[in-house]
């Protein structure tokens, strides 16, 4: 066995970081010499222009591009080397396979290094297939996928180590499975401007969904803190270290609720080594669909009607639009509507005569195709067989001719009459509501987006090979019926039924396999964000849900009642202050109402306390403290939260219960609860 005593495991670390230093320095040396090639031959190609004809030229230009190219991938292995050098491995299993006679120490990292020719030499990424033997066992037998099949063996030693600019911090040796100290020494940390990767300490339950290769539709259902978005990001950067000749990061795109979130997971990914993925919202999506057809309210916007108000009819608009049945009815119209756009004539020209019977039933037999397509195909199939009255095939004019005629056929209105008359036909004009003159509401805006697709066809995103949608409870039945239609690709889809914003909208798991009934649905238990306690205190707020804490204790949630507004707002200050003084990085003071959070923090900053506003508008998350919604926060982490105005007027309905539980699961270390009045019921 090589390296058995912590000594000679410093003198590993010492040897295998001066190997990746001398890597990377002639890696950097190579880049020097590529990029002076790279000059000399554009001025070769400069100076020499006038003699050379295009195709020399042009055959110069690609040697220069392809050069350009050589040394930016060059480049990358650089960085990744140079990373490594601070930290070139955290876990080691030995392995001896059943046919083998000797065991090799295994050595992972988060990148590969080394010469393939000595196991002992090398260090393996976190995504090679002998590396799952340290997320999925304890000393033991084991087994691993290999490509040439499964290798079946015994684990003799498995260590973990934490080493930080080449220096070991500590190193332990473990039996039982990924150490629940190591785990508890990183959770215990403060938090990062950005969510960080977690390779090192990968669990077993979110190694299995990790590493799924074949499901089409993923659906994982976890809860608050179980680490489903990391999980759903080392999906990803292992689906592209397994596929790497056909998927790259441009085939994926994330779905993801807003800027702030999607600037706070940025960093995951080129941590992992691989490039940043695009990310989308729905709005981006409705407006790609809706350009031209009119204003529209925004998700924000009905979230800020709802928490501050909610009518009971606008409840009840929202609950019809959302239900299950209600994509039913759209598909019945979409049929239907495709029948009744189309108006048949019989077509009469000097030579030539068309029975509208006819046409019907050309138009009839390509049933199913989107009404233009289908009128489109119906002209040139008519235009096709149809001869003059001699019996001849008719001229290029008489079919253009005919062909147009065909076309005018199709009445189809404006997209908005189309869906006010959808009302009318189900016999409910009064669930169409605009927000404000010549807006439409929200709970509006995706079944006309669907409607739309469904009658006039569907543009996919052709690029995307693989979707992942996160917060998958907040988006309703009828998006989903939408993203089945553009994007027929492989998906990650990821949330927490627990933890819905809008309990009038929401979805459940099995709402989203009605749009994906072939989807595969895991489940996450352990909360791994948040200290016991937290998670005992938010299982008070939510009894019904099945989070289970791990065994990493901190100080009890704090609920404080102040005499008055202006004392709430004072003791407020005073945390912030505390928060200034304490090691931590992060401190998010949540809100229900958008209108409280801008109330609050202009009190705040007033009083001369340094506190940004993270609001819908805002693009980034910063370090720091921060006011914000529950609505915003969500997917995000705070070292320190601080819930206001937990009283019983504020914190009392269902709805309620789901904004104070997503608020106190952001907490990471501490919890503090401020309110005057009378204690929320929802805290007992
Ligand atoms: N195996 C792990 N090792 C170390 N940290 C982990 C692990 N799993 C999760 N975490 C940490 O737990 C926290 C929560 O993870 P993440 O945000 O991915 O969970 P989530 O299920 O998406 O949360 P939520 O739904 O509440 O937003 C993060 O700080 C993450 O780094």
New binding site residues.
Partial sequence: MINRTEAEERAYLDATTARIRRAAEELDERIRTAGKDIVESKKYVWENRAQLDPAERAANVVDILTAIDRGESVAARRDRFRKLESSPYFGRVDFMANDRERANAYYIGVFSFGEQADPNQEIYDWRSPVASLFYDYAVGPASYIAPEGDVDGEIGLKRQYRIRQGRMEYMLESAININDEV?RK??SRA?DEK??N?AA???KE?NEIIRNDYSHELIIQ??????????ALHRIAFLLYRHKLTLASRNILILSPNKVFSDYISNVLPELGEEPIAELGFDDIADRELAGAGAYQTFAEQVAELTASGSASLIERIRYKTGAGFVRLLDEYADQASERFFCPADIRLDNVYVAKERIAETYGSFAGLPVKLRADRTAAAVAGRTRDQDGGRLSISEANNIKAMIRKMLKKPKLLGIYKDFYDHIGKPELLKPAKPRTLEYSDVFPLVYLKLRIEGAKEYGEVKHLVVDEMQDYTVVQYAVLSLLFKCKKTI???VG?SVNPYSSSTVDDVRQAFPEADVVQ?FRS??STFEIIEFARRIKPDSRIVPIERHGAPPQTIRADDADREASIIGELISQFEQAAFQTMGIVCKTQAQAEALHRQLTGSGKSVRLLDFGSDRFYEGAVVTTAHMA????FDHVVVPFADGGNYRTEMDRCLLYIAC??A?HALTLTFHGTRSPLLD
């Fill in positions: 785990l990183e959770l938090s969510m960080k977690i300490t990968i669990q979110q976890g809860v608050a803190g179980s680490g489903k978005t990391s999980v990821l949330g927490d933890q996450l791994y964000r969500k997917g995000l982490e699961t952001r990471m």
